[in-house]
Structures are given as C-alpha cells and as structure tokens.
C-alpha cells in the first residue's frame, strides 16, 4: 500500500516551478559561472581571423604594421581602434559578432593582430 502511495505521489508531482515575482524568478534561476577570458590569439582565431587574416572586406590583415598604422592613425588613436571594434566597422559587426568578448579580450585581439 505504501508503495503505491509513492508511485502516485511520484506520477501527481509538479513538472515544474512558476515564479510570480521578481524574487523568486531570481531564487530560481540558477547563475552561471562566468567564462574566463581569452587570451587575444585565442579571440583571433576564434573570431577576427576569418576576415583578418585575408584582408576580406577591407580589414586590416593581420600583422600588416602599415595597414594597422594607418586604421590606428584614422581612428584617433588605440582608443579608437578599440571603440571601432566594440561598435562595428563597415562590414565588421560590433565586437566582430561576438557579443560575449569584453573589453580587455578585444584590446588583446588588436594587440596581437598588429
């Protein structure tokens, strides 16, 4: 008899939590540890190097130091490289189509691209 009152109990349980406040939403969500940042050759050959390395669509190609001098020197500087990056430049999407690359991992891409 007992076990049939667990098999029941098991078969009538909830599939599933609703949350009707902001609360208890965030109680329920679970946080997700944080990536650890790549380094910049790893966001270039991840993300940059597709157009960077052949020049495709005007980018700079890697390691090319007057191509990267002259998009530095357009920019207003490594800041403006950096800003150009994080917005988006011509056929280049913001942060080369990675939303999840911060900061310091795109200052490490240019750095190594140059």
Do not use: F, N, Y
């Amino acid at each position: 008899m007992e076990q049939q009152r667990e098999l029941i109990a098991r078969r009538i349980a909830p599939v599933g939590l609703v949350a009707t406040s902001d609360q208890e939403l965030a109680a329920l969500t679970p946080v997700a540890a944080p990536a650890a940042p790549r380094s910049g050759p790893q966001v270039v050959a991840q993300v940059c190097g597709a157009c960077h390395a052949s020049g495709m669509l005007g980018a700079p190609k890697s390691h090319d130091k007057a191509a990267w001098a002259a998009r530095e020197k357009a920019a207003g500087g490594p800041d403006g490289l950096l800003k150009s990056a994080i917005r988006g430049k011509g056929q280049m999407p913001p942060k080369g189509g990675d939303p999840s690359l911060g900061e310091q991992e795109l200052r490490d891409a240019i750095a190594a691209m140059r």
